[in-house]
C-alpha cells in the first residue's frame, strides 16, 4: 500500500514518531538481506529461521554474533543507500535535500527472555533534536517483540519518571502509554531522537531482529553525534555541491 505522504507527516509531527510501509520496490533489499546474513551465519542459524535464532543460540553468546553480523551487514555495498531509498519519500519531505546518514548501521536481536536491553532512554541530548531514527524489523513483530515509543504529549510525564523510586514504574508506565504493539516486515517505524523508547522483555517465543540507522540535515543543529566522527554525506543540493568538497 502507498504511503499518504501529507498524513503520515502529520502524525510524525504530531506524535514524534510514525509507522510506515517501505517503498514496494526495495523490500526484496530486505528479502536478500536476510538470506545473505542467513548465508553467511549458516552455522549460528543452523536449520532456523530469523524468528528461531533463539534455538541455535544461547543468550551468553548473542551479543558477540550480533557484532559480527553488523560488521558484515556494513560491508554490503549499497546497503545504506537502499534502505533509504526504501523510505526515500518520507525521509525527503521531511528532511529537505541535504541529507547526512550515520556511518553505520546497527542491529538489535532481542531473543525471548533476554533481559540485557537498553533502558527507558531517549536519544537526546547525544543526538540533536534534529535527528530521526529509522527502525526498521526484519521479522513480523507482535506484542513484547516490538519496540514501544512515547508521545510527544506524555514527555513531560515520561522525564518524571526518571527521578522515580519505584522499581517497576517503567513498565507500568510503557503499558499504559506505550505505543505501537504491532509492526510487519515491510514496514519500518520513523521516530525523533528526543522521543523515549522502551524495550521490553520479550515475552514471545520469537526472537526480533530490527535494524537502525539515523538521519539528520547536514545544516541543522548537531548534538554530540557530530558530522566527522559519527555521520557521512548521503545526498546534498546542488547549491552545497557547488562549494562542499
Ligand atoms: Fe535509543
Redesign the pocket.
Known amino acids: 500500500m502507498e504511503n499518504n505522504l501529507k498524513k503520515l507527516e502529520k502524525e510524525f509531527l504530531n506524535n514524534g514518531f510514525v509507522r510506515l510501509n517501505l517503498q514496494k520496490k526495495y523490500i526484496n533489499k530486505y528479502v536478500s538481506l536476510k538470506k545473505k546474513i542467513q548465508k553467511k551465519f549458516k552455522f549460528q542459524f543452523k536449520d532456523n529461521n530469523f524468528e528461531d535464532f533463539h534455538k541455535s543460540v544461547s543468550t551468553k553468546d548473542i551479543n558477540k554474533i550480533r557484532m559480527d553480523i553488523i560488521k558484515y551487514i556494513n560491508s554490503i555495498d549499497q546497503l545504506k543507500n537502499d534502505i533509504y531509498l526504501s523510505l526515500q519519500p518520507f525521509i525527503d519531505s521531511l528532511l529537505g535535500p541535504d541529507i547526512i546518514i550515520q556511518k553505520s548501521i546497527n542491529l538489535g536481536i532481542q531473543m525471548p527472555e533476554d533481559k540485557s536491553r537498553?533502558l527507558f532512554?531517549?536519544?537526546t541530548p547525544l543526538s540533536s533534536y534534529h535527528e530521526i531514527?529509522l527502525w526498521i524489523p526484519l521479522v513480523d513483530c507482535k506484542k513484547s517483540m516490538c519496540m514501544l515509543m512515547i508521545d510527544r504529549k506524555d514527555q513531560n510525564e515520561a522525564e518524571e519518571l526518571l527521578n522515580g523510586k519505584e522499581k517497576d514504574r517503567f513498565n507500568k508506565f510503557v503499558n499504559k502509554k506505550g505505543k505501537l504493539k504491532e509492526i510487519n516486515f515491510g514496514q519500518a517505524l520513523i521516530f525523533n531522537?528526543n522521543n523515549y523508547?522502551y524495550i521490553p522483555i520479550n515475552k514471545t517465543s520469537k526472537t526480533r531482529w530490527a535494524i537502525?540507522i539515523r538521519l539528520k540535515n547536514l545544516f541543522s543543529p548537531y548534538g554530540e553525534r557530530n558530522l566527522l566522527d559519527y555521520y557521512e554525506l548521503l545526498k546534498i543540493s546542488p547549491l552545497s555541491k557547488m562549494y562542499y568538497n
Request: proline share 0%; glycine share 0%.
Open positions: 537498553a532512554h531517549k536519544d531514527v531522537t523508547h537502525n
